[in-house]
């Protein structure tokens, strides 16, 4: 009832900051505090054990059960003096967030005691049971039996009174049941195909390393609030509610309490994640009201992707101790900007070169146009699956709205690199290479260190946008797992290095100089890739019109989307770079379309309840209030009088009965609409007649509900409302 709304947003104002003591050491002192890292297995592991895990890690060497022991010995150690008494096999299944299985350190020491175990085979490998994670059709055709693998490439940590390892997580069969797995195969793909690539450049690159730098956008909503509107529990964002007034003026005492809550949060979370080794900048700006954002320095991408999961965890946890919830929904309020994830994107090589970057050398620069023209080719080739690779029931809600990148995926590459591409097509050989230059070779494209200061964000609409030494995609929703994304780009880069090459090769096999084959390849792509590229505003309609005559995937409906997995351009990529299988992507995308459902499901459920058991009866409760009033003003005036007194409560009175019956009448069809689709066999149909059918619904009809919260007496209404949601904290 109102009331209850009315006490959690008094308890509200009266929350005090949960003071964050500061930490006696230095940030460099406790950053990875929590973590095994290579310092601890030196520490902790003999000279032999460590320069072997050593191998394992850099190099995949393979480790045998032996050595595992006696890691896992050490280990044992290191966490026991954290006063750890359990382990974990941390996976992350093809649901949101992470998943554990918890295993104690004990077992029988065979006198009628217990003692502390922990053994090679408990570390490297556990059983668990497939069945209770989404598998799309793996489960019945193989069976249920699922295995988490240690990940030696992401170090194991200590949460709590528990030593979490990282793991793979696949099925009995080998399918890939996780984010992670198939993300190291892509990895692995693009490191080898790019090192491939670089050895034209620079023969003593081995290695080259994916990038990301992850930004996370969040909300904070004071707990007490959060757990009084039913949608926010129940879905992470509000089926209901009219926006709060443009610039609303607020009162002092709304801001006086704010950032010393919030500051403590923040300051409660940037430690705990430096434990953990999470390398956290302090840059916590806001965007909407109680939105914030959080980025760490890059890091590899396996690694950064595990550090993104565990942070999310941590902020939702550290949120409660502080009073607050914090949403990673794409977009828990309606009018109001959405939160993302930019994924800023490189390679590296092991040597040291940023290749995405642009160097000094004529070398250094062709080098740095084939990686952004080949890097413009996968986005080009591939535009619909990487759409699809960042599209989720939840996103949709945020792209293409005004404050996000659009429903297409095109790049910026602003004014400086835009010239560079032209001259190189529009150059002959001759004119670009002097070969009576010192280097055999001068490279005739001007200015390009300079490109760094072009290119901050100043074209904020663009979904792929060059940021000077780095691609930054910026459609990968704010809860989602990154790897997502990343598995698309660097399976699709791998593809365009590799075709890249065997071009470049072939070329060369017929006699021609390999700078010249490699321009003559570079102007090639540039002429072919021209349509992903746009520099333009991507919110206007214009765009839409544009973006579909170059052929571009201009597809909005989220299910629809999910198909570019299927294509059979995404199915050869992905074999060919050996990341997923024919079979793996299909039992992917059944589960992307039963998690469609189930979520549009779960919100047209609610949202129902809501509107007949809050909504409704109170706007009724305040109809007749109105209409009593009427009454009693036809008592006291003369007819003529009180009909004048009574033509605003009068029109009211017929408003609220509009929007009532339109919410009623509507509900039920929602229903009606949910019971059709349910029937319906196919995950794929089902998920689309959800989409055309219901989700629309829930619009039209909170359209209705948002009328009503302004016409009804704001002691009645009983759900806290947007101004308290976002202003409270
Ligand atoms: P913004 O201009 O978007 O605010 P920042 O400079 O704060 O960007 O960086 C955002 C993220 O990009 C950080 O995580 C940062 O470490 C990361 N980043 C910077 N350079 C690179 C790069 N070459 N490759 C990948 N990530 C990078
Ligand atoms: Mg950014």
């Not at 299944?93 to 003692?115: I, N, Q, R, Y």
């Not at 890091?299 to 595990?306: F, G, M, Q, R, W």
């Amino acid at each position: 009832s109102s009331s209850l709304r009315f006490e959690v947003v008094g308890e509200a104002f009266k929350k005090k900051a949960v003071e964050v003591p500061a930490p006696a050491e230095r940030p460099s002192e406790f950053f990875g505090k929590y973590v095994f890292t290579r310092q601890k297995m030196f520490k902790y592991l003999p000279a032999d054990v460590y320069k072997k895990m050593c191998d394992v890690i850099d190099n995949g060497a393979s480790l045998d059960l032996q050595t595992a022991d006696v890691v896992a010995a050490g280990m044992k150690k290191w966490a026991m003096e954290l006063g750890v008494t359990h382990c974990t096999h941390w996976f992350q299944p093809l649901t949101e967030g992470t998943a554990e299985k918890h295993d104690a350190f004990v077992e029988h020491d065979g006198k009628g005691g217990m003692v502390e175990e922990f053994s090679g085979k408990q570390l490297i490998q556990q059983e668990t049971d497939a069945s209770s994670f989404p598998n799309g059709g793996i489960r019945s055709t193989f069976e249920a039996r699922g295995y988490s693998a240690w990940d030696t490439a992401s170090p194991v940590f200590v949460l709590g009174d528990t030593l979490m390892i990282p793991t793979i997580f696949i099925s009995y069969t080998g399918e890939a049941l996780d984010y992670k797995a198939p993300l190291k195969k892509a990895i692995h793909a693009v490191d080898k195909a790019a090192t491939d690539v670089c050895r034209y450049f620079y023969p003593d690159v081995k290695k080259v390393i994916s990038n990301l730098g992850w930004e996370q956008e969040y909300f904070l909503v004071d707990e007490g609030l959060y757990a009084t509107r039913p949608d926010l529990l129940m879905t992470g964002r509000t089926l209901m509610g009219h926006e709060s007034a443009k610039n609303q003026q607020m009162d002092d005492h709304y801001f006086g309490s704010i950032p010393e809550r919030v500051a403590e949060f923040m300051k409660d979370l940037e430690i705990q994640a430096l434990e953990l080794g999470i390398p956290c900048k302090t840059r916590h700006n806001e965007v909407a009201p109680n939105q914030f954002e959080l980025a760490p320095i890059y890091e590899e991408t396996n690694l950064a992707v595990d550090h993104n999961m565990l942070l999310m965890s941590l902020m939702k946890k550290i949120a409660r101790k502080h009073g607050f919830r914090c949403l990673l929904h794409e977009k828990p309020f309606a009018g109001i900007n959405g939160s993302g994830k930019h994924n800023n994107w490189s390679l590296a090589t092991d040597t040291g070169i940023l290749l995405h970057g642009p160097g000094k050398t004529p070398t250094d620069n062709l080098r740095f146009v084939t990686f952004i023209v080949e890097t413009l080719m996968a986005v080009y080739r591939h535009n619909g699956l990487l759409k699809a690779s960042i599209m989720s029931a939840t996103n949709a809600h945020r792209l293409g709205g005004h404050e996000a990148p659009p429903t297409i995926i095109s790049s910026f590459l602003g004014q400086q690199l835009s010239d560079i591409l032209e001259h190189l097509e529009h150059s002959t050989d001759d004119e670009l290479i002097d070969v009576a230059s010192k280097h055999g070779m001068k490279l005739d494209i001007p200015q390009i260190p300079e490109l760094l200061f072009d290119n901050t964000d100043r074209n904020r609409t663009s979904p792929f946008a060059f940021t000077g030494n780095r691609f930054e995609f910026r459609a990968i929703g704010s809860q989602a797992n990154c790897a997502a994304a990343m598995i698309a780009l660097n399976a699709a880069m791998a593809e365009a290095l590799i075709d890249f090459k065997t071009r470049v090769d072939a070329l060369i096999a017929n006699g021609v100089d390999k700078t010249k084959a490699i321009l003559q390849v570079v102007r090639e792509d540039i002429k072919t890739c021209k349509p992903i590229h746009f520099d333009g505003n991507g919110y206007s309609e214009e765009w839409q019109e544009e973006a579909r005559r170059r052929g571009l995937d201009t597809e909005r409906s989220c299910p629809l989307i999910f198909d570019r997995y299927l294509d059979e351009s995404s199915v050869k990529m992905f074999e060919t770079t050996h990341v997923f299988t024919r079979n793996e992507i299909e039992a992917r995308n059944e589960i992307k379309w039963e998690t469609y459902t189930k979520k549009v499901q779960v919100e047209a459920r609610i949202f129902g309840d809501m509107c007949m058991n809050h909504i409704i009866p109170v706007a009724t409760r305040y109809q007749s209030a109105l209409i009593d009033n009427v009454h009693k003003v036809q008592e006291v005036f003369p007819a003529e009088t009180a009909a004048r007194l009574n033509a605003k409560n009068l029109e009211l009175i017929e408003k609220i009965s509009e929007h009532t019956s339109f919410i009623a009448e509507n509900a039920d069809r929602l229903v009606e609409n949910r019971k059709v689709a349910n029937r319906i066999e196919n995950v794929r149909e089902k998920a689309i007649a959800y989409h055309d059918t219901v989700a629309p619904m829930l619009e039209s009809i909170r359209y209705h509900v948002d009328k009503l919260e302004l016409i009804v007496d704001d002691e009645m209404w009983p759900l806290p409302k947007y101004r308290e949601l976002l202003f409270i904290r």
